[in-house]
């Protein structure tokens, strides 16, 4: 079977945020090295395994519920929201003990893995002057690592799109009003998308 690294739909990463301490690289990690417990596999149409895990820092259980055929996590769900399948204290103490046993392991660092290393970004920002003329202006190149499949969903989640704020924070207060288009793009602008509703 082909390994497939642990990616993150939108939704998904948006539920990491909301509900746990641990980064989406720290999840995907427990989960690539066989730190989470399963749970089982959906039948039907979608070919989906849910996976148990024990986050350390909020001293709490997940279910990372995971597309088996691109390896996407489609949502996290505390197990208190898990209806799908009874869970046993022996599988919640064995998902606990897969953390407490590993601490020492590096679990965002993997120097063999092109895919786990930070990337850069850069934000250009288009400004209309008052006679209508478009200037561009590059920003800050940003060092992250992108946990989605493609730059368009990067530049819709909500971890991004703060990063981009913050940058335009950083424009005088006498050019921000001229700003007219957000871009997100690949350091070498091999690939550059429009940032909405920024």
């Not at 092109?114 to 006679?131: F, G, N, T």
Request: charged share 25%; aromatic share 8%; proline share 3%.
């Amino acid at each position: 079977m082909t390994f497939l690294r642990t990616t993150f739909t939108s939704h998904a990463l948006n539920r990491v945020y909301e509900r746990l301490s641990l980064s989406a690289d720290e999840i995907s990690s427990i989960i690539d090295n066989d730190l989470a417990c399963l749970l089982g596999e959906e039948t039907g149409p979608h070919d989906r395994i849910h996976k148990l895990f024990y986050s350390l820092p909020d001293d709490k259980y997940f279910v990372a519920v995971q597309d088996q055929k691109n390896g996407e996590v489609v949502t996290i769900l505390p197990i208190d929201y898990h209806n799908k399948w009874q869970i046993s204290a022996n599988v919640l103490i064995t998902s606990r003990d897969l953390i407490l046993n590993n601490q020492n392991l590096k679990l965002i660092e993997d120097v063999d893995s092109p895919c786990s290393s930070d990337k850069e970004y850069k934000i250009r920002v288009w400004m209309k002057d008052q006679d209508g003329s478009l200037n561009t202006l590059d920003l800050q190149t940003i060092s992250y690592h992108n946990p989605f499949r493609s730059l368009s969903e990067l530049a819709k989640s909500s971890d991004m799109r703060k990063l981009i704020r913050n940058e335009l924070n950083q424009i005088p207060i006498e050019l921000s009003e001229y700003i007219y288009l957000v871009f997100l793009s690949e350091s070498n602008y091999s690939e550059m998308v429009l940032v909405e509703n920024i």
